[in-house]
């Protein structure tokens, strides 16, 4: 009888060592980060970085439709939490006027346009990455590629101070054609490695770096919509591609459907056109329904991927 005893006892506590290293066990893995089955239950928040398409605090330039009823412009990314199981969960962190390499600095810093960041001049990495610090884990939304044209162009400008070309190949002849295509190249590769600054940095804090191209522009030319975005897009492509890591190819599905919807006439019902101060339209921020459409297109495109982590935020 007391050995009965005993061996329940001793079962019981084997049991209950076993359960304790499995509790232990458990509680040290870092799930959110993981792609284990824990992982589609857990809910993570989201950071967003980027331009005036994904945040913009106010219309600046007192934008009006062709009655002069006043435009609300709002990002998509100002929307997402409507989408998403938890809204508080959602932390847009991203600049008007900002790019992949000014976003690294402040806007002071960066000496941008003042009327561009107005009141979200705290909006640039080092906050976003002090929220992020705070969190532990998540996913990184990652949307450049709007303002980089211009902002690189400046960076590389073809020709010096002098009007001579700038001898990018370094070959000393100066030639207008293959140094413009070296800058061309600089200017990409530029692009590129500001990406993956965000990117090492996302995963050295525990967070989901997940690439998203720009929107395109709703410029009608010849009856249809062009790429107003040239390459960008397609270089945040294979850069996701040789990281690794999911990408959302949100412009070529604005692109598809912004023509779409001209085809069928629906294109100023779902973005009215807005004008500024100057009478010159505006082709690429939304209102809220155009921001509420952006943010479906974004959760539609996320679920096709069945690996997708972002799709498992939405509702």
Same mark, same amino acid.
């Not at 934008?63 to 939490?81: F, K, S, V």
């Given at each position: 009888?007391?050995?009965?005893?005993?061996?329940?006892?001793?079962?019981?506590?084997?049991?209950?060592?076993?359960?304790?290293?499995?509790?232990?066990?458990?509680?040290?893995?870092?799930?959110?980060?993981?792609?284990?089955?824990?992982?589609?239950?857990?809910?993570?928040?989201?950071?967003?970085?980027?331009?005036?398409?994904?945040?913009?605090? @106010?219309?600046?330039?007192?934008?009006?439709?062709?009655?002069?009823?006043?435009?609300?412009?709002?990002?998509?990314?100002?929307?997402?939490?409507?989408?998403?199981?938890?809204?508080?969960?959602?932390?847009?962190?991203?600049?008007?006027?900002?790019?992949?390499? @000014?976003?690294?600095?402040?806007?002071?810093?960066?000496?941008?346009?003042?009327?561009?960041?107005?009141?979200?001049?705290?909006?640039?990495?080092?906050?976003?990455?002090?929220?992020?610090?705070?969190?532990?884990?998540?996913?990184?939304?990652?949307?450049?590629?709007?303002?980089?044209?211009?902002?690189?162009?400046?960076?590389?400008?073809?020709?010096?101070?002098?009007?001579?070309?700038?001898?990018?190949?370094?070959?000393?002849?100066?030639?207008?054609?293959?140094?413009?295509?070296?800058?061309?190249?600089?200017?990409?590769?530029?692009?590129?490695?500001?990406?993956?600054?965000?990117?090492?940095?996302?995963?050295?804090?525990?967070?989901?770096?997940i690439l998203i191209t720009s929107p395109n522009a709703r410029m009608v030319q010849n009856g249809s919509i062009p790429n107003s975005r040239g390459d960008y897009p397609k270089?945040?492509?294979?850069?996701?591609?040789?990281?690794?890591?999911?990408?959302?190819?949100?412009?070529?599905?604005?692109?598809?459907?912004?023509?779409?919807?001209?085809?069928?006439?629906?294109?100023?019902?779902?973005?009215?056109?807005?004008?500024?101060?100057?009478?010159?339209?505006?082709?690429?921020?939304?209102?809220?329904?155009?921001?509420?459409?952006?943010?479906?297109?974004?959760?539609?495109?996320?679920?096709?991927?069945?690996?997708?982590?972002?799709?498992?935020?939405?509702?």
């Amino acid at each position: 009888m007391i050995q009965k005893f005993t061996f329940s006892i001793l079962v019981a506590l084997a049991l209950s060592a076993c359960q304790s290293s499995s509790e232990k066990t458990v509680s040290s893995l870092n799930l959110p980060h993981n792609s284990t089955s824990s992982d589609n239950t857990t809910q993570l928040p989201i950071v967003l970085i980027g331009p005036s398409t994904v945040y913009i605090i @106010s219309d600046l330039d007192n934008e009006h439709h062709a009655d002069n009823t006043p435009c609300q412009l709002i990002g998509w990314g100002d929307l997402l939490a409507d989408e998403t199981l938890k809204g508080a969960d959602v932390y847009n962190f991203a600049r008007a006027g900002s790019s992949a390499g @000014s976003y690294l600095k402040s806007p002071q810093e960066s000496n941008e346009n003042p009327r561009l960041y107005g009141p979200n001049r705290d909006h640039y990495w080092a906050k976003a990455k002090e929220q992020m610090q705070k969190l532990g884990h998540g996913i990184l939304l990652i949307q450049f590629g709007g303002n980089d044209a211009h902002h690189l162009e400046r960076q590389f400008p073809l020709r010096d101070t002098n009007g001579d070309i700038i001898d990018y190949n370094h070959d000393g002849k100066r030639d207008l054609k293959s140094d413009n295509d070296a800058r061309w190249q600089l200017k990409y590769d530029t692009f590129a490695k500001n990406l993956k600054f965000y990117i090492d940095e996302a995963k050295q804090l525990n967070f989901i770096p997940i690439l998203i191209t720009s929107p395109n522009a709703r410029m009608v030319q010849n009856g249809s919509i062009p790429n107003s975005r040239g390459d960008y897009p397609k270089i945040m492509k294979q850069l996701a591609q040789k990281e690794g890591i999911e990408v959302l190819d949100l412009h070529q599905k604005t692109l598809d459907e912004y023509n779409n919807l001209h085809t069928n006439q629906q294109l100023n019902q779902l973005f009215p056109p807005c004008y500024r101060t100057n009478n010159s339209r505006d082709f690429i921020h939304f209102e809220k329904k155009g921001a509420q459409q952006v943010v479906k297109w974004i959760k539609e495109l996320s679920c096709k991927n069945p690996q997708s982590r972002i799709c498992k935020e939405f509702r």
